[in-house]
T-cell receptor, first 114, second 113 residues
């Protein structure tokens, strides 16, 4: 079955430190991959997406993600975290022939300490 | 351009009561989706629609019904609410082309006592 795994439930980083959030998928072919962010009490906002081509994709708010086919991973990174980045982050995948439905990971909650 | 809106924002129901959640989008999107979000479980797809007059089951459809009578609206109904349906419900819409993102509403927090 198609699945998306985010192994880290909760991560704490200091402001100014670098960040990497992990995401792995399980599927026979390369899915379409997305990272969404959810601030407290809000809906989800798209950070970035990957379909094909360059495996390093840039998104909004200074985030980037790298697709690694050999590891079935799509990890999210940011060089320097700001306190306003504290939120929950969801990795999601859409698989061909599924009416563009998204399969979500369980999310990683990011806490930023000052 | 309001994007995706959801009504109501909060609701408390007693077990066995019924209610309808309304999702509206003004982006002329073909596809619409209903998800529920529970702690530690991410978002799970309840039902979705690939166009006006069509609906289909998602991952967790039991206890819910949906209707898409107009392209811009997608209704989620609970006929007999249960405490297990306490959750935050999100509606989303998309063009239907897999390359394009889903746009999410602000959510409805439902508590069933």
């Amino acid at each position: 079955a198609q699945s998306v795994t985010q192994p880290d439930i909760h991560i704490t980083v200091s402001e100014g430190a670098s960040l990497e959030l992990r995401c792995n998928y399980s599927y026979g072919a390369t899915p379409y991959l997305f990272w969404y962010v959810q601030s407290p009490g809000q809906g989800l906002q798209l950070l970035l997406k990957y379909f094909s081509g360059d495996t390093l994709v840039q998104g909004i708010k200074g985030f980037e993600a790298e697709f690694k086919r050999s590891q079935s991973s799509f990890n999210l990174r940011k060089p320097s975290v700001h306190w306003s980045d504290a939120a929950e982050y969801f990795c999601a995948a859409s698989f061909t022939g599924t009416a563009s439905k998204l399969t979500f990971g369980t999310g990683t909650r990011l806490q930023v300490t000052l | 351009n309001a994007g995706v809106t959801q009504t109501p924002k909060f609701r408390v129901l007693k077990t066995g009561q019924s209610m309808t959640l309304l999702c509206a989008q003004d982006m002329n999107h073909e596809y619409m989706y209903w998800y529920r979000q529970d702690p530690g479980m991410g978002l799970r797809l309840i039902h979705y629609s690939v166009g006006e007059g069509t609906t289909a089951k998602g991952e967790v459809p039991d206890g819910y019904n949906v209707s898409r009578l107009k392209k811009q609206n997608f209704l989620l109904g609970l006929e007999s609410a249960a405490p297990s349906q306490t959750s935050v419900y999100f509606c989303a819409s998309s063009t239907g082309t897999i390359r394009y993102e889903q746009y999410f509403g602000p959510g409805t927090r439902l508590t069933v006592t």
